[in-house]
Nanobody, 124 residues
Framework: QVLLVESGGGLVQAGGSLRLSCVGS????????MAWFRQAPGKEREFVAS????????YFADSVKGRFTISRDNAKNSVYLQMNSLKPEDTAVYYC?????????????????WGQGTQVTVSS
């Protein structure tokens, strides 16, 4: 059974930083595309960032480009989201997700495996 568990969320002031972590189990994620999505109250779940299995290719939503970075450690079956210069509009539940090929999708339906999410709240 594929399992993804996020951690690292919390409350931070605007301009601050947080680092989210996601650990996978059940399979080796070394050949999986990994991604982060987020969902704010009353809004659709939206793509934030993705990373190829090798880590060489990364993609970001325009809203976070230049502020967020994504990385992975295949030996630890883990993916990370470093969030800097946080804004109140970044407040959301952040989800780790994966798919077992090299497709770099940005739609929710592109990813079959999801974590339970971790809350990020940015105060103004």
């Amino acid at each position: 059974q594929v399992l993804l568990v996020e951690s690292g969320g919390g409350l931070v002031q605007a301009g601050g930083s947080l680092r989210l972590s996601c650990v996978g189990s059940g399979v080796s994620f070394s050949l999986y595309t990994m991604a982060w999505f987020r969902q704010a109250p009353g809004k659709e779940r939206e793509f934030v960032a993705s990373i190829s299995w090798s880590g060489r290719n990364t993609y970001f939503a325009d809203s976070v480009k230049g502020r967020f970075t994504i990385s992975r450690d295949n030996a630890k079956n883990s993916v990370y989201l470093q969030m800097n210069s946080l804004k109140p509009e970044d407040t959301a539940v952040y989800y780790c997700t994966a798919r077992d090929d090299s497709y770099y999708g940005t739609a929710r339906a592109d990813y079959p495996y999801w974590g339970q999410g971790t809350q990020v709240t940015v105060s103004s």
